[in-house]
């Protein structure tokens, strides 16, 4: 599509790796979200199977009101309600002659929540809005971030549009006198190293087999008036609860896709495998970081997952993440998987 001048948009860091059934069925997040949107916001049209057998298609249309949008059953089912064969999605013009790149250290997250409030609230939409805490930004900006925060944005499309954005960033963080700009090289060399293929997948399985040491992201999301907090939550429970917190070597997080209302967190935790079976690892400390950070994000007024899917080690907070609109989830799969045969303990967590 690129060589002929088109672009989904969407463009997620496993894309060497996914599939667009996948990518649709947890509701997947591309790179260039805070432009384009998610998956759901380019799905037009879509087939797939029923727990039965049935074939069912939604038919390919810009918009329609006939009654709710049935594309949101599939959308995110995570293999719980259907499998997907078949999908439809809007494209876009390819520009990359127009990229342009901005990067900013500053001192806190909480200013870079504000800097990137302002900027969705008036309107501007860059392609990445990412603002990394000091622990996360020294992992991938060593050469610059000198122990501080990490904002960064990349404008494209149109030339005049993205000029236009530009403009718009570089004017709303010189309100900031606190962030220094740094070279826009440095920005755009990150960029193109991105994606993670088969290569350095390998290559990071050697890494941890060498070291004992792994590394996990749980990411959030919330509203611009409880995202700080969260961060802020996750965190100090973390780091004062945690029983192994002596083994973690790094803990930190970063946001990359930002909205009008509110913007996600990743919470992003290394840690040293220390006296436990590899089969013994994720309960010893992944399942109880997952915890804190779901328990966390829902009681401050937050989604416990933004992206990635439930899958089965979210799915015993599904029920508290939906609440009373449960019953909604509830009768869909009783309706259209009433014999439980469909990727059984995701989403809808196992009865015991």
């Given at each position: 599509m690129r060589e002929k001048g088109y672009t989904t948009g969407h463009s997620p860091q496993s894309k060497p790796l996914a599939q667009m059934g996948g990518l649709v069925a947890t509701r997947s997040m591309g790179q260039f979200s805070t432009l384009y949107g998610a998956i759901e916001d380019m799905v037009v049209g879509l087939e797939?199977?029923?727990?039965?057998?049935?074939?069912?298609?939604?038919k390919n249309v810009p918009r329609r009101a006939a009654g709710p949008d049935i594309r949101h059953i599939i959308i995110g089912n995570e293999g719980a309600l259907c499998y997907i064969t078949e999908v439809t999605v809007k494209i876009f013009k390819f520009t990359p002659?127009?990229?342009?790149?901005?990067?900013?250290?500053?001192?806190?997250?909480k200013t870079g929540f504000n800097i990137l409030r302002e900027i969705m609230v008036e309107g501007y939409r860059p392609s990445i809005a990412r603002l990394y805490d000091a622990e996360d930004g020294t992992q991938h900006f060593t050469h610059f971030a000198d122990g501080k925060c990490v904002l960064i944005f990349m404008a494209e499309g149109n030339s005049r549009i993205a000029k236009a954005t530009g403009e718009g960033i570089a004017e709303i963080v010189a309100r900031y006198p606190q962030c220094q700009r740094v070279d826009s090289k440095l920005i755009e060399t990150w960029f193109n190293n991105l994606n993670w293929g088969p290569d350095k997948v390998a290559a990071e399985r050697v890494q941890i087999l060498k070291t004992g040491n792994m590394g996990f992201t749980t990411e959030v999301s919330g509203c611009w008036s409880c995202i700080h907090e969260i961060y802020e939550s996750v965190i100090n429970r973390i780091r004062t609860e945690f029983p192994h917190a002596d083994d973690i070597t790094m803990l930190g997080g970063h946001s990359s896709h930002s909205y009008q209302n509110g913007t996600?967190?990743?919470?992003?935790?290394?840690y040293n495998v220390v006296d436990c079976k590899p089969e013994e690892e994720i309960d010893k400390y992944h399942n109880p970081l997952n915890k804190i950070i779901c328990e966390e994000t829902i009681r401050l007024g937050g989604s416990m997952v933004h992206h990635h899917g439930i899958g089965k080690h979210r799915v015993h907070w599904s029920k508290l993440e939906h609440g009373s609109a449960w019953a909604l989830l509830e009768g869909l799969k009783k309706q259209f998987d009433p014999n439980d045969i469909m990727n059984t303990g995701t989403i809808y967590p196992i009865e015991k």
């Open positions: 797939a199977v029923l727990a039965d057998g049935t074939i069912t298609r939604i002659e127009n990229n342009l790149f901005y990067g900013y250290i500053l001192e806190e997250m996600n967190m990743y919470f992003v935790y290394d």
